[in-house]
Each structure stands twice: as C-alpha cells, then as structure tokens.
C-alpha cells in the first residue's frame, strides 16, 4: 500500500452506515467513538477474522465490492488485525503505511478490526474509485 500525500484531498460527501453489528460481532470490552462515523462500536484487540469479516461486510453492503475487499485483505494481512510487515512497518488488516494514518478512524487503530475496516474501505474508495478498483490495482500490481 503506498502512503497518500498530505495534499490529497479528502471525500466527505459519502453518508456512511453505523458499524452497530460490531458491538455484537466482537463484544463489548471498550466502547470507541469512529472519527469517520461518528458512531459507537466496540473494540476487542482477540476478535476473530470471521468477526472482521462480517463487519466488513456490513459496512460495505455490496457484495462484489466486500468480495474485493476480503481479497486484498486477505493477500495483504490473512485477516489479522495486528499484522505487521517487517520490511516496510506496514500494519493491520489493510496494511496501511505508516499504520499510523488509521488514527484518522479512531484512537484504536491498533486494536480494532472495525477502525482498520472503515479506514481501509475510505482509502480504497478515495484512491481508486472502489475497493473493486483497488483489487483490479492490487492484480496488476501486487501492491495497492
């Protein structure tokens, strides 16, 4: 995944839909306000990747574009939100460069596959059009 410039503007005319599922999905350890959201989800650093998967599902609705998205993730991370690359210090279930930038979603970046979904899904859709574009990019690439 490559690092976006401070100067790409951001899109925020998409009205997103509520990540309420996750609170069931993964429990209800800690509660964390999404930045991108505005919504309450909860957070649990052992979520399973079925779990991060139906949350992304949920907040992609589409399922060729969620059938996208689980392909990329599932070359760049396995589904493990933790995933680290040791070369590049990329992080998480979309491997963001620095991991850092998921911070944009919430303050849990590192511990909830939630955070990292919605922050994947709006950088996949900012970048290239749709997490279906990203993947026909990752194709090509190897690389998103």
């Not at 925020?12 to 309420?20: D, E, Q, S």
């Not at 990747?49 to 574009?65: H, M, S, V």
Request: proline residues 6%; aromatic residues 10%; hydrophobic residues 35%.
């Amino acid at each position: 995944m490559r690092a976006t410039t401070a100067s790409t503007p951001r899109r925020t005319t998409r009205t997103r839909r509520p990540l309420a599922l996750a609170a069931t999905v993964l429990g209800t350890t800690t509660l964390a306000l999404s930045a991108l959201t505005g919504t309450a989800h909860a957070a649990q650093p052992q979520a399973q990747p079925e779990g991060a998967r139906q949350i992304a599902q949920d907040l992609i609705g589409d399922d060729a574009q969620f059938r996208c998205f689980s392909e990329i993730v599932e070359r760049e991370s396995g589904w493990d939100h933790t995933a680290q690359n040791p070369g590049s210090g990329a992080y998480g279930l979309v491997q963001a460069l620095p991991g850092g930038k998921m911070a944009s979603a919430g303050a849990d970046w590192q511990t909830n596959p939630a955070t990292q979904i919605e922050w994947g899904v709006e950088y996949m859709e900012e970048r290239y059009g749709s997490p279906c574009g990203a993947w026909a990019f990752w194709q090509q690439n190897h690389w998103y």
